[in-house]
């Protein structure tokens, strides 16, 4: 009798290590398709990603790049207002002529520095 339920539990043994390797082989091949398309995918995704980074850096560069010509051109228009600044001052500064009044003065300045 012992024989018999030794031998019954070793069939049961090999049936569960059959079901079991049946089951790994059936799940192998059911997601081994599901896994390598969700890795293409993965693949693809850091892919765009990269280039969206690159994409993003050039922006980055373009936009220092716009900056510093913007900064160069703030700069000379300051200068040049301080330019124009110290000649309206000389103009201002000069004698206006006896028996003018201020507005044809003026006038008359503005009219001698557009001839020059």
Same mark, same amino acid.
């Given at each position: @009798? *012992?024989?018999?339920?030794?031998?019954?539990?070793?069939?049961?043994?090999?049936?569960?290590?059959?079901? @079991?390797?049946?089951?790994?082989?059936?799940?192998?091949?059911?997601?081994?398709?599901?896994?390598?398309?969700?890795?293409?995918?993965?693949?693809?995704?850091?892919?765009?990603?990269?280039?969206?980074?690159?994409?993003?850096?050039? *922006?980055?560069?373009?936009?220092?790049?716009?900056?510093?010509?913007?900064?160069?051109?703030?700069?000379?228009?300051?200068?040049?207002?301080?330019?124009?600044?110290?000649?309206?001052?000389?103009? *201002?500064?000069?004698?206006?002529?006896?028996? @003018?009044?201020?507005?044809?003065?003026?006038?008359?300045?503005?009219?001698?520095? *557009?001839?020059?």
């Amino acid at each position: @009798m *012992l024989e018999k339920l030794g031998a019954k539990i070793a069939a049961a043994a090999v049936a569960v290590v059959l079901s @079991m390797a049946a089951g790994a082989w059936l799940a192998a091949q059911w997601y081994a398709p599901r896994l390598e398309l969700a890795e293409g995918k993965v693949e693809n995704l850091g892919e765009q990603v990269r280039e969206q980074n690159r994409a993003i850096e050039a *922006l980055r560069e373009a936009e220092k790049t716009r900056k510093a010509e913007a900064d160069r051109r703030v700069a000379a228009a300051a200068e040049k207002a301080r330019e124009d600044e110290r000649a309206a001052q000389v103009l *201002l500064s000069e004698q206006r002529p006896a028996g @003018m009044d201020a507005c044809t003065a003026a006038s008359a300045l503005i009219t001698k520095e *557009l001839r020059k």
